[in-house]
């Protein structure tokens, strides 16, 4: 069970969450990102599959990649435009319990 202090914390970082649409131009520094990737792998998954991957563009990258992110990223068109990272989420599809990917998550 987790105690009161904990709950506590939580909520509170819950509590100060906000949905930034403009961003300011400052960069995430490399070790904070590490820190939310990091943070990101944790997520659980049916059988530890992990079936995922995460690629993150800088702002640079994000600039070459504008329209073909503003296609398939639709909830995202202005955040785009001042973010200094984008994280994309690659997610296997079609994956089946008796699939290659599940055997070798089982064997690992």
Do not use: C
Not at 60 to 70: G, R, S, T, V, Y
């Amino acid at each position: 069970m987790i105690n009161d202090a904990i709950k506590k914390q939580i909520r509170q970082a819950f509590d100060r969450r906000v949905a930034v649409r403009v961003y300011k131009d400052q960069e995430i520094p490399r070790e904070d990102m590490e820190a939310i990737l990091d943070t990101a792998w944790l997520s659980p998954s049916s059988i530890g599959l992990e079936g995922w991957r995460f690629v993150v563009l800088d702002r640079q990258h994000i600039k070459d990649l504008a329209p073909e992110l503003k296609e398939v990223a639709w909830g995202a068109q202005y955040q785009l435009d001042t973010a200094s990272h984008f994280v994309l989420l690659l997610a296997e599809k079609d994956v089946r319990y008796d699939s290659q990917p599940i055997r070798e998550s089982l064997i690992r």
